[in-house]
């Protein structure tokens, strides 16, 4: 069963930091983009980042750039992305989703494969 697993969300103070990570299951991310979405209430998706599969060129939304950082472990297939400085207006379900492509598109989606997400909440 093709399976994206997300784990690593909670909640945190502003300025805090945490680390999500994205297993993927039933198949290889060897070949795909990845992408990291969230989904705030009341809110359109968003883009988040994406790592290439083709030679790991990363891409950040205006809002995360110099925050977040994308990586990928092939040998382990999984994704992460790492959160610093959050801000209350991170909060949101994050979800990790593969492009059809090995390269990112910049077009945020449509994805071939999406994970149920984990909640990001930033808080005092």
């Known amino acids: 069963q093709v399976q994206l697993v997300e784990s690593g969300g909670g909640s945190v103070q502003p300025g805090g930091s945490l680390r999500l990570s994205c297993a993927a299951r039933g198949f290889t991310l060897d070949y795909y983009a990845i992408v990291w979405f969230r989904q705030a209430p009341g809110k359109e998706r968003e883009g988040v980042s994406c790592?290439?599969?083709?030679?790991?060129?990363?891409y950040y939304a205006d809002s995360v750039k110099g925050r977040f950082t994308i990586s990928r472990d092939n040998a382990k297939n999984t994704a992460q992305l790492q959160m610093n400085s959050l801000k209350p207006e991170d909060t949101a379900v994050y979800h990790c989703a593969t492009e059809p492509t090995s390269s990112c598109s910049g077009n945020w989606g449509p994805y071939e494969y999406w994970g149920h997400g984990t909640q990001v909440t930033v808080s005092s």
């Open positions: 790592i290439s599969s083709s030679d790991g060129s990363t």
